[in-house]
């Protein structure tokens, strides 16, 4: 498995943005796909965004058109810059990373998103 860490989180009030940067220990280019889920205090993780080596998107609806995932291969990095914030994605933000032989998942430790004026 590959260490993943998270960096970006904070406090930012409504209609502000911030962009998480998630930090590979290896190449990306051994992984089929990244991306980010989230999970408020007592709900469940849910899916935000993913994107894959060859660099397809996806979003989760309630994201798609605020967020945007991308990645740099140069320095084994995948951000969400994240804009137009709301309240309700005050949340812990969890990177995780597939690998192509089917091995198990690795997550990083999250970073706290909260939203707050």
């Known amino acids: 498995q590959v260490q993943l860490v998270e960096s970006g989180g904070g406090l930012v009030q409504p209609g502000g943005s911030l962009r998480l940067s998630c930090a590979a220990s290896r190449s990306i280019f051994r992984f089929n796909a990244m991306g980010w889920y989230r999970q408020a205090p007592g709900k469940q993780r849910e899916l935000v965004a993913a994107?894959?080596?060859?660099?397809?998107?996806n979003y989760a609806d309630s994201m798609n058109g605020r967020f945007t995932i991308s990645r740099d291969n140069a320095v084994n990095t995948v951000y969400l810059q994240m804009n137009s914030l709301r309240p309700e994605d005050t949340a812990i933000y969890y990177c995780y990373a597939d690998p192509w032989s089917g091995s198990s998942r690795s997550w990083g430790q999250g970073t706290q998103v909260t939203v707050s004026s």
């Open positions: 994107i894959t080596s060859g660099g397809r998107t």
